[in-house]
């Protein structure tokens, strides 16, 4: 068993480095979600859905 995690601790740590990243992402996404925050440019009169992408208020 050793041998196995010494033979594969790069890929180990590679694969833990981008679980790290990829729950950074996520977390940021949720976190801008719930603040209200919209992840598109913005310009929604040039945008095919600029009529359900953002609630009224």
């Known amino acids: 068993m050793l041998q196995w995690i010494q033979t594969n601790l790069g890929t180990m740590l590679i694969c833990a480095v ?3 990243i ?6 940021s996404l949720v976190r801008q979600k719930r ?3 919209s992840a598109c440019g ?3 009169a040039h945008c ?3 009529g359900a992408c953002h ?3």
């Open 22 to 27: 990829v729950a950074w992402i996520v977390r």
């Open 42 to 44: 913005c310009n929604c």
């Open 48 to 50: 095919a859905m600029h």
């Open 35 to 37: 603040q209200g925050k």
């Open 55 to 57: 609630r009224q208020k």
């Open 18 to 20: 981008l679980i790290v």
